[in-house]
């Protein structure tokens, strides 16, 4: 399984991005998707996950400017950022819970795609 992330760059504060995430390979289903973020000099963070219920976990951090969805069909995430600001700026790597087997999940990551906020 692997998981290809898009869609990052450089924007100007109060900008907009968006970021997608295609799982490919062979798996029985997907659970949770989501993305963390890693900024400089900093641990990574939970930026968001969607549960295949469409149940949404956000901190209040990006609540109101980031959105996050699911495709099942294509087997991807998205990260629609809004009003960006310079601490968001960090790489922002796509996660998923892959059930390579019924009942045997693991979880996988994406490479990372960086998003540069400039003041």
């Known amino acids: 399984v692997q998981l290809q992330a898009s869609g990052g760059g450089l924007v100007q504060a109060g900008g907009s991005l968006n970021l997608s995430c295609a799982a490919s390979?062979?798996?029985?289903?997907?659970?949770?998707m989501g993305w963390y973020r890693q900024g400089p000099g900093k641990q990574r963070e939970l930026v968001t996950t969607?549960?295949?219920?469409?149940?949404?976990k956000s901190p209040d951090s990006v609540k109101g400017r980031f959105t996050i969805s699911r495709d099942n069909v294509k087997n991807s995430v998205y990260l629609q950022m809004n009003d960006l600001k310079p601490e968001d700026t960090a790489v922002y790597y796509c996660?998923?819970?892959?059930?390579?087997?019924?009942?045997?999940?693991?979880?996988?990551w994406g490479q990372g795609t960086l998003v540069t906020v400039s003041s």
């Open positions: 390979g062979r798996f029985f289903s997907i659970n949770d």
């Open positions: 996660t998923a819970d892959v059930a390579v087997l019924p009942g045997m999940v693991r979880d996988y």
């Open positions: 969607i549960a295949n219920n469409n149940r949404i």
